[in-house]
């Protein structure tokens, strides 16, 4: 049995309580999770997590130390949360996301499947800090979408599938291609994501 240290809010369903609260280090804080989350079997939370109400996880999922998620997030099957992230409340990640280290999510975000995020410009070549993309309110990821380090997506703004994003994306506009291109934002597109009540 693995060591464990959590602290549950109300109404939470759990499937493998073992699996809640990992003790990567022993100076690590409890994971804290709110009320009435549902956490599948597979689904891995670190110590040093601090989690809303109304969490949803898939199977499988992981989320990392010095992480935090607010309030009405789903986190799908397969997708790793590789921790020091901030995200924020309704969000959905989708099936087999990847969000990287030093990332930031605002609220009412979606990201669809296989979508990856990416923290490292110079991967095993040269040394460079790494830094997360920054997702702001209201962004929508297609599937598939790769995001490249430190790229800012602006609010309201919408990722195509299959886009490779390289640069940052102002508020409200639509990023297509690999390279991804700027577009306005078409009409059918325009609005707020449908996240929560």
Do not use: W
Not at 105 to 129: C, H, L, Q, W
Request: proline fraction near 6%; charged fraction near 20%.
């Amino acid at each position: 049995m693995t060591e464990t240290r959590v602290t549950l809010g109300n109404d939470c369903v759990i499937d493998d309580p073992d699996s809640v609260g990992y003790v990567h280090d022993e100076s690590a804080a409890p994971a804290i999770v709110g009320d009435r989350a549902r956490i599948r079997k597979g689904t891995i939370v670190y110590c040093d997590v601090e989690i809303g109400n109304d969490l949803i996880t898939g199977h499988n999922a992981l989320i990392r130390e010095q992480t935090t998620i607010g309030d009405g997030v789903i986190v799908g099957t397969d997708t790793v949360i590789d921790g020091a992230t901030e995200i924020g409340s309704h969000v959905s990640l989708q099936t087999g996301v990847y969000i990287p280290t030093e990332t930031t999510i605002g609220s009412n975000v979606f990201v669809g499947p296989r979508a990856v995020m990416t923290n490292d410009p110079y991967p095993v070549r040269k040394d460079a800090d790494l830094v997360g993309p920054t997702l702001e309110d209201g962004v929508s990821v297609g599937a598939n979408a790769t995001i490249l380090p430190g790229v800012r997506i602006g609010a309201g703004s919408f990722v195509a599938a299959g886009a490779t994003v390289t640069e940052d994306v102002p508020p409200e506009t639509l990023a297509l291609g690999a390279p991804a291109r700027h577009h306005d934002l078409p009409d059918s597109l325009a609005g707020a994501n449908q996240l929560h009540d």
